[in-house]
């Protein structure tokens, strides 16, 4: 039963961060100046923020996302409502619960497929000083995640 919960949970967090891949995809390749990570909405994070990219690498990425956003597979509204009746059932029925997660999953499974194989074209776009800058991006990143998990599982030690 809490293998379901928390995989419904993820797919319901997995189509939130899709809808915002797809909806606010020209501000990560067009960095103006004063695009930074402490003017967006909390939560967005971009694959290129910190790289200076110039003109015909934005527009080879802009071009890139117009396509994906036409190939990738949408979320949709029927399924999150049938998951939702589900929960709201008088009777629980956990097979019902199950395979509509599953099915929900899979979508998004397809959608990150497709993000991850658009995010690898745009990075193959880059130069090798571009390659590097990202990578050191990334590993910041990675270890500011790994001490918010850490504070985070502090925190519910102490409890």
């Known amino acids: 039963m809490r293998k379901v919960t928390a995989l419904v949970m993820a797919s ?3 189509i939130g961060s899709s809808a915002v891949f797809a909806a606010d995809t020209t501000s990560e390749t067009a960095q103006t100046p004063g695009d930074d990570a402490m003017t967006r909405t909390p939560g967005q994070h971009h694959m290129f923020d910190g790289v200076s990219l110039n003109e ?3 527009q080879q990425m802009r071009d890139l996302m117009r396509q994906a956003r036409h190939d990738l597979p949408g979320v949709t509204v029927a399924e999150m409502e049938a ?3 589900l929960v709201t059932a008088d009777k629980f029925d956990q097979a019902a619960v199950y ?3 599953e099915k929900m ?3 998004q499974v397809k959608r990150q497929v497709e993000m991850a194989r658009v995010r690898n074209q745009m990075y193959n776009l880059l130069t090798p000083e571009q390659k590097s800058v990202l990578d050191q ?3 910041q990143r990675m ?3 790994e001490q918010q998990i850490s504070g985070l599982q502090q925190t519910s030690a102490q409890k």
């Open 143 to 145: 270890r500011q995640m």
């Open 83 to 85: 998951m939702h009746k």
């Open 105 to 107: 999953a899979q979508q």
């Open 12 to 14: 319901m967090l997995a």
């Open 137 to 139: 991006k990334h590993q």
């Open 99 to 101: 395979a509509q997660a």
């Open 56 to 58: 015909q690498q934005r």
